[in-house]
């Protein structure tokens, strides 16, 4: 997608090493190149809309995670679609200390959450408070609203129907886009498809 945004937002050399610095691992060079990409993207004004497929295991949550980051750094709110409670908790309990670091308060939206929780988050998202919310298709309900969404990555986009996905995308303007989709195991394509 190469339509133009109506952001002027240029960003600084070395952002990628800096993310990186904050990671106890270093990162591949396909990770690299994608967050490379997403930078480029960003500094000729497109939207970023990209698919990250590769094998489970690979590193593509990591590039999630440079996206979210890149955009709360600049101030705008950022969303991870997870496709079950479970991949939404892992997410958040192995990321939550790497974004607190960066003072980038980050929450978890699950439908089993109790009300009086769900309600305190939604009014945190909407006066923008929480800057990344993970969170399953709790994220999708029509009365959670957000300040300045910029990001969405949704996992496993597969698991989500279009309408849902567009959904996450219709919280806020020019909203950049990132699907992740692990390659299929052989054997499950050959079960599906014998």
Not at 40 to 60: F, T
Not at 153 to 164: A, S
Not at 169 to 177: L, S
């Amino acid at each position: 997608n190469k339509s133009a945004v109506d952001m002027t937002i240029t960003i600084e050399e070395g952002l990628i090493d800096t993310f990186e610095s904050a990671l106890p691992f270093k990162l591949t060079k396909p990770q690299r190149k994608v967050m490379q990409e997403i930078i480029e993207d960003i500094n000729k004004s497109r939207v970023v809309s990209r698919m990250i497929h590769g094998e489970v295991g690979s590193g593509k949550t990591v590039v999630a995670v440079f996206a979210l980051w890149l955009f709360s750094r600049m101030g705008y709110q950022a969303a991870f679609l997870g496709p079950t409670e479970i991949l939404a908790e892992q997410h958040y309990l192995n990321w939550q200390e790497f974004f607190l670091q960066h003072d980038i308060p980050v929450s978890l939206l699950l439908g089993q959450l109790p009300e009086k929780e769900k309600r305190k988050i939604r009014e945190d998202i909407k006066n923008g408070n929480i800057k990344v919310l993970i969170g399953t298709h709790a994220l999708l309900t029509e009365n959670l609203e957000f300040k300045n969404l910029k990001m969405a990555v949704v996992d496993e986009q597969h698991k989500f129907g279009v309408r849902q996905r567009e959904m996450l995308k219709e919280k806020g303007e020019d909203v950049h886009y990132i699907v992740m989709s692990a390659t299929p195991i052989p054997r499950s394509v050959a079960l599906t498809f014998y």
